[in-house]
């Protein structure tokens, strides 16, 4: 079921109509739908249902608004966080802080403090030296930090360059030949209760056949971890499922990618950890934004939107397809390149596009936008920070602010050798 559905031909997000956003809070303006989130946050647990012990973190890079994090706590869902910075969010949106995963690998040495102090449920160790220094930073204030290692299986995720993590040459985890010597080194030192390993192979898959040779690698790696003599109680798969961004993709359903990891783990006798991101929030959202210009263009015309890429940086980044409609279709079509107000060629959200036919003054969303959306906006060319709106039912709430350009001057200083006397 979805959603974000045509009642007498104009777009609402559960029972709200678009343009009485659009109207209230004005554009360009992040739209989310609280039951969608539930209902993606239901579907992902349920695939899950086969499984002995599960642990799910949401990966609040994916959306780190604090009304969405309350909505998965209420859902039981821990967090993923990269920085103290999503810490604190994921504590504020009310996760217990034993429910936290701490990954990433620039942790900081005050990022480790202040993770430790808040105790956080678990650290995945992305490489030798921050090992140490976790140990010694729990060593010293008499604690065990719970703590995994990240390997790197050296798998081809087969998505896009920049979010794939699993190959040999990509900066994150221990490389998987090097994983026992480091596992058998950290495991010595006092401070770390080091109880497993992780893996996280990128974003965007499309395929379970990369996740499964990864999990396929890190079964082998448990059983020679445990002929060692280590204890693993836990294992940590990560997120990466992919969502339909154009009508007619077609992605691995959660009960499928369940299905897989049940056969695959099959006897590994720990508590299994996700890290969703985009499967839980890339379909929740929609950039909802006003046409401005119709510009004639030299093969097709160029339609001008409000919305830029500081707002939706994905297709400027990755080449990103996010599906364009009207908010109330004529039913006419038009062939149009889609471009914001940024002055680079990069803001542009699609080129020679079949399109409703949309005129100045219009309302039309970007879909597929709950993930990596709101989370990677900038204030490029001083625009304003594009806030974000979270509907349940007929209700709505404004769920960040609106951030103009004022308020990001008044956060600006001109030091007084440059003041006019
Ligand atoms: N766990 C770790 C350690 C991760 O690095 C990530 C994503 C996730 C979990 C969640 O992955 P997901 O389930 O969402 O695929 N900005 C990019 C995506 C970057 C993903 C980074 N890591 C985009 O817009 O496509």
Not at 206 to 235: C, F, K, W
Not at 272 to 280: A, D, K, Q, T, Y
Not at 304 to 315: Q, Y
Not at 333 to 338: L, T
């Amino acid at each position: 079921m979805d959603h974000f559905t045509y009642r007498d031909g104009v777009l609402h997000v559960e029972d709200v109509p678009l343009p009485r956003i659009a109207a209230e809070v004005g554009t360009p303006v992040y739209v989310y739908s609280q039951a969608t989130f539930e209902r993606h946050a239901r579907v992902f647990r349920a695939g899950l249902a086969g499984l002995d012990r599960t642990h799910l973190a949401f990966a609040v890079k994916a959306n780190p608004n604090l009304g969405v994090l309350k909505v998965l706590a209420r859902e039981g869902y821990g967090a993923d966080v990269v920085s103290v910075g999503e810490m604190w969010r994921a504590i504020a949106g009310g996760i217990a802080p034993a429910d936290i995963v701490f990954s990433g690998v620039g942790k900081r040495r005050d990022e480790l403090e202040a993770a430790l102090d808040a105790g956080i449920g678990q650290f995945n160790i992305e490489h030798e030296a921050e090992g140490v220094a976790l140990a010694e930073i729990a060593a010293a204030r008499g604690v065990r930090a719970p703590a995994t290692i990240r390997v790197n299986p050296d798998v081809d995720a087969g998505t896009h360059a920049k979010i794939s993590t699993g190959r040999k040459e990509n900066k994150f985890g221990i490389d998987i030949d090097q994983a026992p010597g480091v596992f058998a080194r950290l495991s010595a030192l006092p401070g770390l209760n080091l109880r497993g390993v992780a893996t996280h192979i990128g974003s965007q898959l499309g395929r379970l056949e990369p996740l499964e040779s990864a999990y396929v690698r890190m079964g082998q790696l448990v059983a020679d971890l445990r002929g060692a003599g280590h204890a693993i109680s836990h294992v940590d798969l990560g997120g990466g499922l992919g969502v339909p961004y154009r009508p007619g993709d077609v992605m691995p359903t959660p009960a499928e990618f369940g299905a897989m990891v049940a056969r695959v783990t099959r006897g590994w006798d720990v508590t299994l950890m996700f890290e969703p991101g985009r499967v839980i929030a890339g379909n929740a959202g929609v950039l909802l934004t006003e046409v401005l210009w119709v510009k004639p263009g030299a093969v097709n015309p160029y339609v001008i939107v409000d919305a830029a890429m500081n707002d939706l940086m994905r297709p400027a980044l990755y080449d990103a397809y996010h599906d364009f409609v009207a908010v109330r279709p004529s039913g006419e079509r038009m062939i149009a390149n889609i471009a914001g107000p940024v002055c680079e060629s990069g803001d542009t959200f699609g080129m020679g596009r079949d399109i409703d036919r949309v005129a100045p003054g219009d309302l039309a969303i970007f879909r597929t936008a709950g993930a990596y959306g709101a989370t990677m906006a900038s204030t490029y060319n001083s625009r304003a920070l594009v806030p974000e709106v979270l509907v349940s039912g007929d209700r709505y709430a404004v769920v960040a602010d609106r951030i103009p350009p004022e308020r990001m001057i008044a956060a600006e200083r001109v030091p007084d050798w440059l003041q006019d006397a």
